[in-house]
T-cell receptor, first 115, second 110 residues
Framework: NAGVTQTPKFQVLKTGQSMTLQCAQD?????MYWYRQDPGMGLRLIYY???????DKGEVPNGYNVSRLNKREFSLRLESAAPSQTSVYFC??????????????FGAGSRLTVL | KQEVTQIPAALSVPEGENLVLNCSFT??????LQWFRQDPGKGLTSLLL?????REQTSGRLNASLDKSSGRSTLYIAASQPGDSATYLC?????????FGSGTKLNVKP
């Protein structure tokens, strides 16, 4: 049981380049999330998807787009990377409220550096 | 907006001590509360989840309590070990969203 799988684990970009972070979960969870973690700032929600076909902005959505491709997959795209987007990105998933234990399960993280 | 605070930000204790980590939140209308552990350079690992209707959960040397009315949760670690050294984060669920504290960095000295 792989849980939440993120790719790539590491990426270096130049300012202005684009890239997509991929996330897949195999726990049949409805809800999926993208967070970024920066020193001194804690975990901040970028976007989330409460169910297949829906996406909503979190605290820090500017500069990002997301796609909920199907129930398993939720991708995060940086269209024109900026140095301020240098961070560690985490994907997470959970069952919907009332549908099981609702444990929030995280992927291993993707470390992105924008030069 | 829900605000989650964890105190202290850092804690250093000798091995074998029992210790308590604190988490407070501003809005008591939560769905559940979860405690996580994060090792340096790693992802978050779930330790305990307490549903809003529960008062506590236990797993091994860990015990988490929840007092919704006062907006507080504690994580009790018994007989601490050097392997417990990590950052501990709490998160409250507000239906679809999770709100995280900044964490308590724990160092257990041999």
């Amino acid at each position: 049981n792989a849980g939440v799988t993120q790719t790539p684990k590491f990426q270096v970009l130049k300012t202005g380049q684009s890239m997509t972070l991929q996330c897949a979960q195999d726990m049949n969870h409805n809800s999926m999330y993208w967070y970024r973690q920066d020193p001194g700032m804690g975990l901040r929600l970028i976007y989330y998807s409460a169910s297949e076909g829906t996406t909503d902005k979190g605290e820090v959505p500017n500069g990002y787009n997301v796609s909920r491709l199907n129930k398993r997959e939720f991708s995060l795209r940086l269209e024109s990377a900026a140095p301020s987007q240098t961070s560690v990105y985490f994907c997470a998933s959970s069952a919907s409220p009332g549908a099981g234990a609702n444990v929030l399960t995280f992927g291993a993280g993707s470390r992105l550096t924008v030069l | 907006k829900q605000e989650v605070t964890q105190i202290p930000a850092a804690l250093s204790v000798p091995e074998g001590e029992n210790l308590v980590l604190n988490c407070s939140f501003t809005d008591s209308a939560i769905y559940n509360l979860q405690w996580f552990r994060q090792d340096p350079g790693k992802g978050l690992t779930s330790l305990l989840l307490i549903q809003s209707s529960q008062r506590e959960q236990t797993s091994g040397r860990l015990n988490a309590s929840l007092d919704k009315s006062s907006g507080r949760s504690t994580l009790y670690i018994a007989a601490s070990q050097p392997g417990d050294s990590a950052t501990y984060l709490c998160a409250v669920r507000d239906f679809n969203k999770f709100y995280f504290g900044s964490g308590t960095k724990l160092n257990v000295k041999p």
